[in-house]
């Protein structure tokens, strides 16, 4: 017989949106988790046909449950417990680039800290361009 509902905390580990149980009660109590919009306790009881928002490295999921299970099992099919309705991420030229130097290269030069200020976009006057001197 398939259960009616089964554990928030429990599901969201079945379902492998967090790699542990205690991780999915923890985001729960920090408020990172929601369940049809509103805040979500561990043992609050997910049916199918909710709505859960998880928020993990910054970013959320948004997932409806199509199945309930208690018991972790391979990917998938723990795909089979969610839709995944998450939004596609932003596309990679609306994110700003970011400088990057290798460590230890020691101190930028004059034309790299130029570059540097260019693409964070601290030259904003036009008497400190290259092109002037």
């Known amino acids: 017989m398939q259960e009616q509902s089964v554990r928030l905390d429990s599901w969201l580990w ?21 369940l049809n919009g509103e805040r979500a306790k561990a043992a609050q009881a ?5 709505e859960v928002r998880a928020r993990i490295s910054g970013f959320d999921r948004v997932l409806k449950v199509t199945g309930l299970s208690t018991k972790r099992g391979s990917a998938s099919a723990a795909a089979e417990y969610f839709t ?28 790299e800290r130029r570059e540097i200020d260019r693409l964070t976009g601290r030259l904003d006057t036009p008497h400190d361009r290259d092109d002037d001197l």
Do not use: F, M, N, S
């Not at 079945?14 to 929601?34: E, F, I, S």
């Not at 309705?85 to 990057?100: H, K, S, W």
């Open 14 to 34: 079945a379902a492998r949106v967090y790699k542990t149980r205690t991780l999915a009660t923890t985001a729960c109590r920090a408020g990172h988790v929601r």
């Open 46 to 50: 997910v049916r199918p046909g909710d």
């Open 84 to 111: 995944d309705l998450t939004p596609p991420p932003p596309p990679r030229e609306t994110i700003a680039a970011v400088p990057v130097r290798d460590r230890g290269a020691g101190r930028p030069t004059k034309r």
